[in-house]
């Protein structure tokens, strides 16, 4: 499975790396935010070990990213916070590696994923870019991926599956609620901090 893991964590840094989305950075570089969340991912992902209880689940936190970012730049992120995690001893590199696919690319994959249905099927419209990509799309895609995880790789032993998947879907909430609440408040304020936001987008006519 370990292998299965690589590959697939290899074949999205590649096409992340393709489409080379440096290029659309602005001269100055990216915006601190982006750089300050990515940052934190390594003890986001690493919450159970810091906590010391299995019980704790980590905190995704790629559909933020993926708002802000765009997926590229988030897949080149979450390389770099997997790496940090492992290299700072909160994880081990294979753990790393299953954390960077289960609470990073997977997620984030999803979360682009309902973002591209919303704009298919639902107006152009503030709330609907604050409420559906921001809170549901990421509520969906944290549960999604963390149930995925779960029937892939069992939980830790001496800890129930229902136990697990209840903690993983309340951790998924409060992602939810995070990135929604963030959402809002850059979409109000700082508008250019959302690679994904777009007034000709989202601002009625």
């Known amino acids: 499975m370990d292998w299965m893991v690589d590959a697939l964590l290899g074949a999205a840094l590649g096409v992340a790396l393709w489409l080379r989305p440096w290029r ?20 986001l992902w690493s919450a159970d070990r810091l906590a010391h209880s299995a019980l704790v689940q980590p905190l995704p936190g790629a559909c933020l990213l993926v708002l802000m970012a765009g997926w590229p730049l988030t ?6 916070a997997a ?7 909160l994880l081990g590199w294979d753990e790393a590696a299953q954390r960077a696919l289960w609470l990073g690319l997977l997620p984030a994959t999803l979360t682009v994923g309902f973002g591209a249905a919303a704009r298919r099927w639902l107006p152009g419209h503030l ?7 921001g809170f549901f799309a990421t509520l969906a895609a944290d549960s999604l991926a963390g149930a995925l995880a779960l029937a ?3 939980g830790p032993v001496g800890l129930g ?11 998924a909430w409060g992602d939810a609620i995070i990135t929604g609440m963030l959402t ?3 979409v109000a304020f700082r ?7 777009s007034d000709r987008l989202y601002l009625p006519r």
């Open 24 to 43: 659309m950075l602005p001269p100055e570089g990216p915006p601190w935010p982006w750089l300050a969340w990515c940052a934190m991912l390594p003890l």
């Open 75 to 80: 897949v080149l992120g979450m390389a770099a």
């Open 83 to 89: 790496l940090g995690a492992a290299a700072l001893g």
């Open 127 to 133: 709330m609907v870019y604050i409420l559906v990509r």
């Open 152 to 154: 892939v790789n069992g």
């Open 161 to 171: 599956s229902d136990a697990l998947l209840l903690g993983r879907w309340l951790t």
């Open 184 to 186: 809002a408040v850059f």
């Open 191 to 197: 508008p250019g901090w959302l690679a994904t936001y």
